[in-house]
């Protein structure tokens, strides 16, 4: 079956700092790559949809330029949270979509907790 | 807005059917129903989906009404490794998938 993975699976680092996801499908050419969020006790959220080779799509509220997304192949994306604070402690889930004839079923990493200091 | 309504949590009895069901009223026809899961801090587990007629896989049943305006998933032999949050979403092929709250189902030994 189709496989995402994630890495790392969980990252602590301080706040004003960098952190970079990475989110793979192993094997199967992703065209589109999706990033969600969840805080503890909360649905996912949908931060952003990426399209291999172009922009990012934001959904309103979250910001651009706080979380970077690439989508420069088809088996990878990654989501850079910028200037990490406390509050942007969650769990980050990325999925891809399966482009295949009459298919396109979207499958999901088993995340990456974030914890800002 | 997610275009599901879910009850925000069931119990079932281990070895039991859970039967988990869901309102989406306002379905259009284009539109399929999909079921996945989420057990504690993992990833979002796709079951089955569908778009008219009932289907079956290994993990589950998905039961939709002939108007299409509710569904049940059935898990036919519940264990403790079902508990978990279950989502039913309303999606076109082309479309991203909006989470609701879902139903936290647990199940009981």
């Known amino acids: 079956g189709a496989v995402v993975s994630q890495h790392p699976s969980w990252v602590i680092c301080k706040s004003g700092t960098s952190v970079k996801i990475e989110c793979r499908s192993l094997d199967f050419q992703a065209t589109t790559m999706f990033w969600y969020r969840q805080f503890p006790k909360q649905s996912l959220m949908l931060m952003a949809t990426s399209n291999e080779g172009s922009k990012a799509t934001y959904e309103q509220g979250v910001e651009k330029d706080k979380f970077l997304i690439n989508h420069a192949s088809l088996t990878l994306s990654t989501l850079t949270v910028t200037s990490a604070h406390p509050e942007d402690s969650s769990f980050y889930i990325c999925?891809?979509?399966?482009?295949?004839?009459?298919?396109?079923?979207?499958?999901f990493g088993p995340g990456t907790r974030l914890t800002v200091l | 807005d997610a275009k599901t309504t879910q009850p925000p949590s069931m119990d079932c009895a281990e070895g039991r059917a859970a039967n988990l069901p869901c309102n989406h009223s306002?379905?259009?026809?284009?539109?399929?129903v999909y079921w996945y899961r989420q057990i504690h801090s993992q990833g979002p587990q796709y079951i089955i989906h569908?778009?008219?007629n009932n289907e079956t896989n290994e993990m589950a049943s998905l039961i939709i009404t002939e108007d299409r305006k509710s569904s049940t998933l059935i898990l036919p032999h519940a264990t403790l490794r079902d508990t978990a949050v279950y989502y039913c979403?309303?999606?076109?092929?082309?479309?991203?998938?909006?989470f609701g709250k879902g139903t936290r189902l647990h199940i009981l030994p």
């Open positions: 999925s891809a979509r399966e482009w295949t004839s009459g298919d396109n079923e979207q499958f």
């Open positions: 569908g778009l008219k």
């Open positions: 979403i309303v999606r076109g092929r082309d479309d991203k998938i909006i």
């Open positions: 306002t379905i259009s026809g284009n539109e399929y």
